[in-house]
């Protein structure tokens, strides 16, 4: 029934180390978001796809890769994770681009 | 610079009081959206409203409203007779037809805090 779910939900990592984030809807959108949010609650957008395809793309480390196998899905892989990675991660969708966004539970990142 | 701006940091206030955000926001567009979102403790973040340009009715959803004034590039959240559950950061966000691809810029966000 979850309309937009992360896994994992915790990831504590070292510096260093490769990790990613799956992102899944079952709402039938188009359009699919990575956010991050600081420690002061700030959030920012990294990524957005529109049916698979990249349509934004922030001002993110070339570290961070996403890939959308479908209209469904939206992964996060991080190369190399460093100190200031550490933050929580939400995955969005919307019907498209103009509609309200539902966010998922969020994964919080460690890098230690 | 900042397209959202929310002024209020913390608003703490005691059950039953009201509490105004105030949500100040920067655009060029002449087509936007408007949302409110909530982030209670837990983390989740929990779609409230959303309101077109176009459209300047307030609103009012049970003890939520909304007033838009695109006079004053506004759109405060009240809430009405608050309770404890109503705690939480509560964000609002814009969304811009031609400058922004409709990305979603987001305001740093106003803590209540309802004491019992």
């Known amino acids: 029934d979850t309309a937009v779910s992360q896994t994992p939900k915790y990831l504590v990592t070292q510096m260093g180390n490769d990790k990613s984030i799956k992102c899944e809807q079952n709402l039938g959108h188009d359009t699919m978001y990575w956010y991050k949010q600081d420690s002061k609650k700030f959030l920012k957008i990294m990524f957005s796809?529109?049916?698979?395809?990249?349509?934004i793309n922030e001002t993110v480390p070339n570290r961070f890769s996403p890939k959308s196998p479908d209209k469904a899905h939206l992964n996060l892989h991080i190369n190399s994770l460093e100190l200031g990675d550490s933050a929580v991660y939400f995955c969005?969708?919307?019907?498209?681009?103009?509609?309200?966004?539902?966010f998922g539970p969020g994964t919080r990142l460690t890098v230690l | 610079a900042q397209k959202v701006t929310q002024a209020q940091t913390e608003i703490s206030v005691v059950e039953k009081e009201d509490v105004t955000l105030d949500c100040v926001y920067e655009?060029?567009?002449?087509?936007?959206?408007l949302f409110w979102y909530k982030q209670p403790p837990s983390g989740e973040l929990v779609f409230l409203i959303r309101?077109?340009?176009?459209?300047?009715q307030n609103e009012i959803s049970g003890r939520y409203s909304w007033n838009f004034q695109k006079s004053t590039s506004s759109f405060n959240f009240t809430i009405t007779a608050s309770q404890v559950v109503d705690s939480a950061v509560y964000f609002c966000a814009l969304s811009e037809a031609l400058t922004n691809d409709y990305k979603l810029s987001f305001g740093a966000g106003t803590t209540v805090t309802v004491r019992a």
């Open positions: 309101r077109n340009s176009f459209d300047e």
């Open positions: 969005a969708s919307s019907l498209k681009s103009y509609n309200e966004q539902f």
């Open positions: 655009t060029r567009d002449t087509t936007y959206y």
């Open positions: 796809y529109n049916n698979k395809e990249l349509i």
